[in-house]
C-alpha cells in the first residue's frame, strides 16, 4: 500500500478513534474522518486528518474504513442507514468492543453487498494503543485480514496482533480480555484502599508491590492514576460497565456463573452513580473508599 496515495476512513473520533487516526497520520497516511461532534472533527483536522461532515463521504473516499464507536447497536444501525453507500471490495475495520451475535450480523449484512467486516477489537487503552503498546484481537476472513493493504495498516497500529478465527471470535476474546482486565484494576484499587485505612502510603505501597509477585501491568498503566487520583480518561468507566453486561449476557446465554464479575458490576454502578461515567476507569477506587464508609 502507498501511504501516500491512499485514504484510509475512520468513523468515530473519541479517544479511541482518535488514536487509531493519530497512529496512521504519524506513519505519513492520509486519513479522513467523521465524528457527529464537531470538535471532534476540529481536533482531528488540526492534527493533519481531513475531517468530513458525514458517513457517506467517508465511505465514497476510502477503501478501508475503520470504525470506532461505543456500542454494536450504534455500529449497527450506522450501518444500516448508510447500507447503499457500502460497495464491493471495501473492507471495514471494526473496533468496537461488542455483542459477538450483532457482529456477526453486521458482517453478514455488509457482506451481502460485497464488502468485508473485520473485527479488530483492541486490549489496552487509547494512550496504549497510540503508543503502539495495545494489542489487535482478529476476527474476519484469513486472505482479508493477512493481505497485503490489510497488514500494512494492523501493523502500523500494533506489533502484538492475533487472528482469532471468523468474525464473532474477537469480540469474544474481547470480553475475556476485559474480564480479567477490569477485575484486576477493582483488586488494585481495593487494595491500594486497603493500605490507606491500615495506615500505609499509598504512593510507597505501589512502588513496592510493583517489585513482587503481586506486580501487574495495571499496577503500571493505573497505579499511578489512583494514587494520585487522576481520573482523567484513557478508557471511559461507563464504557467498562458496557462491556461487563456484555460479559453477563454472553455468560448467561452459555449458562455459565461470572459471580465476581457481577460484584464487579456493582461496583461500577456505583461509580457511576457518584458521576465518574466519563471518568477513566481507574475510578473505581473512589466508589470502594465510598462504599467501604458505608
Given at each position: 500500500?502507498?501511504?501516500?496515495?491512499?485514504?484510509?476512513?475512520?468513523?468515530?473520533?473519541?479517544?479511541?478513534?482518535?488514536?487509531?487516526?493519530?497512529?496512521?497520520?504519524?506513519?505519513?497516511?492520509?486519513?479522513?474522518?467523521?465524528?457527529?461532534?464537531?470538535?471532534?472533527?476540529?481536533?482531528?483536522?488540526?492534527?493533519?486528518?481531513?475531517?468530513?461532515?458525514?458517513?457517506g463521504e467517508v465511505l465514497v473516499r476510502c477503501d478501508i474504513?475503520?470504525?470506532?464507536?461505543?456500542?454494536?447497536?450504534?455500529?449497527?444501525?450506522?450501518?444500516?442507514?448508510?447500507?447503499?453507500?457500502?460497495?464491493?471490495?471495501?473492507?471495514?475495520?471494526?473496533?468496537?468492543?461488542?455483542?459477538?451475535?450483532?457482529?456477526?450480523?453486521?458482517?453478514?449484512?455488509?457482506?451481502?453487498?460485497?464488502?468485508?467486516?473485520?473485527?479488530?477489537?483492541?486490549?489496552?487503552?487509547?494512550?496504549?494503543?497510540?503508543?503502539?503498546?495495545?494489542?489487535?484481537?482478529?476476527?474476519?476472513?484469513?486472505?482479508?485480514?493477512?493481505?497485503?493493504?490489510?497488514?500494512?495498516?494492523?501493523?502500523?497500529?500494533?506489533?502484538?496482533?492475533?487472528?482469532?478465527?471468523?468474525?464473532?471470535?474477537?469480540?469474544?476474546?474481547?470480553?475475556?480480555?476485559?474480564?480479567?482486565?477490569?477485575?484486576?484494576?477493582?483488586?488494585?484499587?481495593?487494595?491500594?484502599?486497603?493500605?490507606?485505612?491500615?495506615?500505609?502510603?499509598?504512593?510507597?505501597?505501589?512502588?513496592?508491590?510493583?517489585?513482587?509477585?503481586?506486580?501487574?501491568?495495571?499496577?503500571?498503566?493505573k497505579g499511578e492514576k489512583m494514587v494520585g487520583n487522576d481520573?482523567?480518561?484513557?478508557?471511559?468507566?461507563?464504557?467498562?460497565?458496557?462491556?461487563?453486561?456484555?460479559?453477563?449476557?454472553?455468560?448467561?446465554?452459555?449458562?455459565?456463573?461470572?459471580?465476581?464479575?457481577?460484584?464487579?458490576?456493582?461496583?461500577?454502578?456505583?461509580?457511576?452513580?457518584?458521576?465518574?461515567?466519563?471518568?477513566?476507569?481507574?475510578?473505581?477506587?473512589?466508589?470502594?473508599?465510598i462504599w467501604s464508609e458505608k
Amino acid at each position: 500500500m502507498n501511504s501516500q496515495q491512499a485514504s484510509i476512513g475512520v468513523i468515530g473520533l473519541g479517544l479511541l478513534g482518535s488514536a487509531i487516526a493519530t497512529r496512521l497520520l504519524d506513519v505519513k497516511w492520509t486519513v479522513v474522518g467523521f465524528d457527529l461532534a464537531a470538535e471532534r472533527r476540529d481536533v482531528f483536522q488540526s492534527n493533519g486528518g481531513g475531517a468530513v461532515t458525514s458517513v457517506g463521504e467517508v465511505l465514497v473516499r476510502c477503501d478501508i474504513v475503520f470504525i470506532s464507536l461505543p456500542t454494536s447497536e450504534i455500529v449497527a444501525d450506522l450501518v444500516s442507514a448508510n447500507i447503499d453507500e457500502f460497495r464491493t471490495g471495501q473492507v471495514i475495520i471494526d473496533t468496537t468492543t461488542g455483542a459477538p451475535q450483532q457482529m456477526i450480523d453486521i458482517g453478514n449484512q455488509l457482506a451481502s453487498v460485497g464488502a468485508t467486516y473485520i473485527e479488530s477489537t483492541v486490549g489496552g487503552s487509547s494512550q496504549q494503543l497510540e503508543q503502539g503498546d495495545a494489542a489487535l484481537f482478529i476476527g474476519g476472513p484469513t486472505e482479508i485480514v493477512q493481505s497485503e493493504d490489510v497488514d500494512a495498516l494492523l501493523s502500523a497500529l500494533s506489533s502484538k496482533i492475533f487472528h482469532l478465527g471468523n468474525v464473532g471470535s474477537a469480540s469474544r476474546f474481547k470480553l475475556v480480555h476485559n474480564l480479567i482486565l477490569g477485575l484486576n484494576r477493582a483488586v488494585l484499587a481495593e487494595g491500594l484502599c486497603f493500605a490507606e485505612a491500615l495506615g500505609l502510603d499509598p504512593a510507597k505501597t505501589l512502588e513496592i508491590l510493583q517489585q513482587t509477585a503481586a506486580a501487574s501491568s495495571v499496577m503500571q498503566t493505573k497505579g499511578e492514576k489512583m494514587v494520585g487520583n487522576d481520573f482523567a480518561p484513557q478508557a471511559r468507566l461507563s464504557q467498562h460497565l458496557k462491556d461487563v453486561r456484555l460479559m453477563e449476557d454472553e455468560a448467561r446465554h452459555e449458562d455459565v456463573q461470572l459471580p465476581l464479575t457481577h460484584l464487579h458490576r456493582s461496583m461500577l454502578e456505583f461509580a457511576e452513580q457518584l458521576g465518574h461515567g466519563d471518568s477513566d476507569n481507574s475510578a473505581i477506587i473512589e466508589a470502594i473508599r465510598i462504599w467501604s464508609e458505608k
